[in-house]
Structure formats: C-alpha cells, structure tokens
C-alpha cells in the first residue's frame, strides 16, 4: 500500500518561501504520477502541480506558475515542492496525492488519485 506523508508547511510573510516535501513508502516514486492539492478555507480543493511517473514531464497550474517548482527526488523516494514569492491566496492545507495509470488529460483531476496524505499547513501573511 502506498502511504504519503507531507512535511514543510508553515507561516511566512508575503514574498518569502517554503519547501514541501511528500515522502512516500509502498512504491518506486518514479513509477508513480504524483501531484499537489490545496484547499482554502471555504474553498474547493484545486491542483497546483503534478510529475508524471516515468519522466513524464511537470505540470502546474497558471497561480503558481513561475514560482513554484516540483520535483522527485529518486534516491530519497520523495517528491518535492519549492514555493517561492508567496502571496496571502497561497494559504492553504497542501495535500500529496499519488496514482499510477493517470493520463495527461487527468492529472489535474483530484478523483484519478488513490492516495493521500494528510496535508501540511502553510500560512501566508500580508
């Protein structure tokens, strides 16, 4: 069974940076498209940024574009999240999810992925 869990969240002041980390057990996190949620509070979780299994590519969505960076780290077995230029609309719970057999078209789906972790904090003051 594949188990996640996030790490890094925190408070910061506009304009600075965080790194999440999401380390897996269960399964090779090469052979696993894995990506990043956030739900704000009184809002719907959204998609901020996958790795495709494999090589696949990075994807992110248009908010974080720029200034945020995912990447997998093979020898740790852990997916990263470099977020950097943090505005106050960045608060939220970031969640890791991984799944295997997820096209391209899906993976800003939150329902194509069958494992999650528990979330991490992170707070953005203005």
């Known amino acids: 069974q594949v188990r996640l869990v996030e790490s890094g969240g925190g408070l910061v002041q506009t304009g600075g940076s965080l790194r999440l980390s999401c380390e897996i057990s269960g399964r090779t996190v090469n052979a696993l498209t894995v990506a990043w949620f956030r739900q704000a509070p009184g809002k719907e979780r959204e998609f901020v940024a996958a790795?495709?299994?494999?090589?696949?590519?990075?994807y992110y969505s248009d908010s974080v574009k720029g200034r945020f960076t995912m990447s997998r780290e093979n020898a740790k077995n852990t997916v990263t999240l470099e977020m950097n230029n943090l505005i106050p609309e960045d608060t939220a719970v970031y969640h890791c999810?991984?799944?295997?057999?997820?096209?391209?078209?899906?993976?800003?789906?939150?329902?194509?992925?069958?494992?999650w972790g528990q979330g991490t904090r992170v707070t953005v003051s203005s």
């Open positions: 999810a991984a799944g295997e057999s997820i096209i391209l078209s899906s993976i800003r789906g939150d329902q194509h992925y069958a494992n």
């Open positions: 790795i495709r299994r494999f090589g696949g590519g990075t």
